[in-house]
């Protein structure tokens, strides 16, 4: 139909043109966008995933500098406004002696106001990996080494909280994006073999696949994180990570691709196109696939937040990811200490990202699997 | 000159238990099946659910192999192949001569695809240019009498019926030999059943197509068949010119199959046969006639002697051992 006859139409006319006419994608993105927590939830994951690709230019600080005299500063948050009005700025820190431990302990100074600005010069970085640049979002003008914006406080060595939970956010989430997409790419191939050809091999990868996933993942984890050679750089270690969590995710993305073949291969349409004399890689890629298409990437995004946790969890436990590499896991190692946490309790703030974003994929998973396929 | 002949067809399905999958038993699903279809015929093959007329029908076009027995196909004059027999690579190139008709309009239809990327796809992966698919398309949606507009649209866009003619234009799109319709009209309301009979007469009128029509009662296939194959648990029971046998059945389950058909003058509605028992079970056939234990004219013979179909009169052949005797009652 040409555009002069919709814009000739009343408006139920064009609404109905519009939907005969439109794509599966786009009748999937409409059901999608009902889907009210699924809508947030996307919202959330691309705030998290624009964190993680703008980490160092959000951060306020150098996320490895320590410096022992500002360790435990409790959060600040930033002041803005003053006598004069309108001026954003934090407390600088004063050293005061402890009268009983005699220590040396630094502490918010209301006397000494030190102006916040936007864009401001701080560490030196590499922006998208690419640009050297040393402006942040935001930073302290003038002030001493000491001195800096805690958003989240800082932890035993005195490193701000809030950037390197910047910093752990990148690493975090595209640990989980690469296991994935190696998962994906195992699964798609071997679920696909699976379905496809039937018979033993079918019968094999599927007793592969049960036996993987009776082990409990801890265990196993451990076992293999524990034979990472020490010497191996963090590079390296972040690399054997994504494989370690990537060998059970396969998995479930395997067992989804396959059962799609299954139903798909009985699909009268596949059949039609069968006895039309198509040949089996056009029956694939073009009848099969973008049929399934949907539920693979449902699936991932449900696959996602696992990998997320099971990175976590393992940095959590010592195993995963090492100083000084960053991880949300790795922060919330300096709560595992019940005594230091009795002290600075906002060290158990990187908590805080890992449930939302967990939460966000989960809700987003529902949504996009509910607007893939109405009926399951 | 026959397009297809069908010879002693027999697709048993293996049934596998243990761990080591040992065949402990076989569903014969279609049971030494034989029949003709002339060419611009159109042959009815008609029986309840599970008694093998899918089957039958999904063996012709090689979606299933036959266990055992001949499908010798003309795909052009003076050329026969045996398509139970076939390599699947001498198969390809055949497949046009032979297409499908679909009883699920919603599944038969991809989705993803627009109705006229549907239609094309056999012109397609045969190899004919794009230019000319595009005019192919246009004709063959003129020829189900949908409007050239339906062409950019997907298929959740149109009414079961509507589909159906979709479907219809894709089987017919490269010119096929032979047509296999698998209860083509079941899954319609009857209004609209009414329009897709109407059209597949009109298009047997016009292309002169030689055509499988299975379907699962015989409302439907009256006036669209010449002859009829009756078909129980895997084996044809009965089949004569379509007139003929609803005039006057001889075996006692075209009888119980007839009295099935509604009757719209009440007046002419006749007395009520009801079929009592379910459908025996394919894997474990009852000895003797299959149709026995629902027979309501079974004598000890039937019980032990399984009856062959024999000639019984022009064109008719029957496989009941009292269809000499028996009176059965037909409808008008």
Redesign the interface.
């Known amino acids: 139909m040409s555009a002069t006859t919709i814009a000739a139409l009343p408006d139920g006319a064009v609404a109905e043109a519009r939907f005969a006419q439109a794509t599966q994608l786009q009748l999937t993105w409409w059901r999608f966008r009902r889907h009210k927590l699924a809508m947030v939830s996307l919202v959330v994951v691309a705030l998290f995933y624009s964190v993680a690709v703008f980490a160092d230019f959000l951060a306020t600080s150098d996320p490895h500098a320590t410096d022992a005299r500002r360790s435990f500063i409790p959060p600040q948050g930033i002041h803005l406004f003053d006598d004069s009005g309108f001026n954003p700025h934090v407390y600088g820190l004063r050293g005061v002696r402890d009268p009983r431990s005699f220590k040396l302990a630094y502490t918010p100074d209301p006397a000494r106001k030190l102006p916040v600005r936007l864009f401001a010069q701080g560490y030196s970085y590499h922006l998208f990996g690419l640009f050297e640049t040393d402006i942040h979002l935001l930073g302290l003008e003038g002030g001493a080494r000491t001195d800096g914006i805690f958003l989240l406080g800082t932890d035993q060595l005195g490193r701000d909280l809030f950037s390197r939970m910047m910093v752990a956010t990148r690493v975090s989430l595209s640990i989980g994006l690469a296991g994935v997409a190696l998962s994906l790419l195992l699964g798609v191939l071997l679920g696909g073999i699976s379905g496809l050809y039937g018979g033993w091999v079918d019968t094999l990868i599927q007793r592969v696949i049960e036996v993987l996933r009776s082990i409990p993942t801890i265990p196993l984890w451990m076992g293999l994180a524990a034979a990472l050679p020490n010497t191996w750089s963090v590079t390296q270690v972040y690399l054997a990570i994504t494989v370690i969590i990537s060998l059970i995710g396969w998995t479930e993305l395997a067992r989804v691709v396959r059962g799609r073949f299954l139903s798909l291969r009985e699909e009268d349409f596949v059949v039609a196109a069968e006895l039309a004399g198509a040949s089996q890689m056009r029956i694939i890629f073009r009848h099969m696939l973008p049929s399934f298409a949907s539920h693979v990437i449902a699936a991932v995004s449900l696959a996602l937040p696992a990998m997320i946790v099971s990175e976590t969890s393992l940095s959590f436990l010592g195993l995963g990811l090492r100083p000084p590499a960053v991880s949300w896991g790795i922060l919330l190692q300096d709560a595992q200490n019940i005594q230091v946490l009795s002290g600075a309790p906002w060290l158990l703030s990187a908590a805080v990202p890992v449930t939302l974003v967990i939460l966000a994929f989960n809700f987003l998973g529902d949504g996009l699997r509910d607007a893939a396929d109405p009926y399951g | 000159m026959n397009v297809l002949e069908v010879e002693d067809l027999r697709k048993h399905f293996p049934i596998r238990a243990g761990l080591l999958r040992r065949e402990v038993g076989r569903v014969r699903a279609v049971d030494g099946v034989s029949f003709q279809i002339a060419a611009g015929e159109t042959l009815a093959l008609v029986g309840e659910s599970g008694c093998g007329k899918t089957t039958v029908s999904r063996c012709i ?1 090689r ?1 299933q192999r036959a266990t055992s027995g001949a499908i010798r196909f003309a795909p052009e004059a003076g050329r026969v192949v045996d398509l139970a027999s076939l390599p699947k690579r001498e198969l ?2 055949l ?2 001569h ?3 008709i ?3 309009p919603y ?6 695809m627009m109705v006229g990327d549907i239609i094309a ?2 012109l397609k ?2 190899g004919v240019p794009a230019a000319e698919r595009q005019a192919r398309v246009l004709e063959l949606l003129e020829l189900v009498q949908m409007p050239p ?1 339906a062409r ?3 298929p ?2 149109f009414s079961g019926g509507q589909r159906q003619r979709i ?1 219809i234009a ?1 089987a017919l799109a ?1 010119n096929p030999r032979l047509v296999v319709a698998d209860e083509p009209v079941s899954a319609l309301d009857v209004s609209v059943q009414a329009q897709i009979i109407n059209l597949l007469l009109d298009l047997q009128d016009r292309l002169g197509l030689s055509m499988l029509f299975v379907a699962h009662d015989l409302s439907v296939v009256r006036h669209v068949s010449d002859r009829v194959a009756v078909m129980y648990v895997g084996r044809i029971v009965e089949v004569a010119p379509t007139d003929a046998l609803y005039r006057t059945p001889r075996h006692p389950y075209t009888e119980t199959l007839l009295a099935a058909v509604p009757a719209p003058d009440p007046a002419r509605r006749g007395r009520r046969i009801a079929v009592t028992g379910e459908v025996a079970d394919p894997a474990h056939p009852p000895p003797g006639c299959a149709f026995h234990p629902r027979c309501p004219h079974a004598v000890e013979r039937c019980r032990t002697e399984r009856p062959e179909l024999t000639e019984a009169g022009a064109g008719r052949w029957v496989s009941c051992h009292r269809a000499a005797e028996l009176d059965l009652m037909g409808v008008r």
């Open positions: 076009l979606a390809r190139p497949r046009r032979m297409q499908m679909f009883q699920d599944s038969s239809l991809n989705p993803r796809e056999p992966v045969n507009g950019t649209r997907f959740h866009a479907g894709r490269l």
